[in-house]
């Protein structure tokens, strides 16, 4: 196991007096790295409530000091912002990525991107019991409930990963492609890697959003429509 994993970065930065205290708080004197991680995910996955609408495209925006301090954040955010609690509890921790298709997301969401593929989706890796173990904290439970979705447990022995279907076996997440393991967060990649996708145009207008609205988006992702497929994506 690389000692890079237990280091800070400038973006997930472990070494933060708020997320040394958050960490501390969470894990209230557990000892064992299995237990502590199960505590920092389930703070995580429902502390920090998930937004596709958060700003994505400065190191800031994923620094886990601000994600803690905004209290919201979309699945890289959340990632950062677990993978750095991790590492403050001495837990060696990185950064996955994966492509993913997501069936059951928003009308407006389908129409803002222009697809349902979510590239980039970010989880954390603990390593834990001598390998690493997966833990996806991206939707916290009020969420969940509202798309009938069951919320994603995690027990630090097995893989937490998106389900193929929700409470109504209608299909949720597809995972298309695997891509890596990450010690940091690889700003520049991810925002490349979205213009090639959705093209440069709808992601510089998505940048000139946040731009004019001084980082908050003026878009509800908790009041949306539920989209539950048969609309063929924009692009």
């Known amino acids: 196991m690389d000692k890079k994993y237990l280091l800070p970065t400038p973006i997930i930065d472990s070494d933060h007096r708020t997320i040394i205290d958050y960490a501390v708080n969470t894990i209230s004197g557990t000892k064992d790295p299995v237990k502590q ?72 969401l389908i129409k803002f991107m222009g697809s349902d593929l979510f590239v980039y989706h970010g989880f954390t890796e603990f390593y834990l019991e001598g390998k690493w173990i997966k833990a996806t904290p991206a939707f916290n439970v009020e969420l969940c409930d509202r798309h009938r979705v069951a919320p994603l447990e995690f027990n630090g022995h097995a893989d937490s990963i998106f389900q193929p279907y929700n409470l109504e076996e209608r299909e ?64």
């Open 172 to 235: 949720f997440m597809e995972y298309v492609a695997d891509l890596g393991t990450c010690a940091d967060i690889p700003v520049d990649i991810i925002v490349a890697a979205w213009e090639e996708a959705y093209g440069k145009d709808r992601v510089r207008s998505w940048i000139a959003m946040h731009e004019k609205s001084g980082g908050i988006s003026p878009r509800d992702f908790d009041k949306e429509e539920i989209w539950k497929g048969g609309i063929k994506p924009l692009r």
């Open 37 to 108: 991680a199960v505590k920092l995910y389930y703070a995580v996955r429902d502390g920090i409530w998930y937004t596709p609408y958060y700003p994505f495209y400065l190191a800031e925006h994923y620094r886990a000091s601000n994600v803690l301090k905004s209290g919201r954040g979309y699945c890289v955010c959340k990632a950062s912002l677990l993978c750095a609690l991790g590492r403050a509890c001495g837990i060696p921790s990185r950064i996955g990525f994966a492509n993913v298709r997501n069936h059951l997301a928003t009308k407006e």
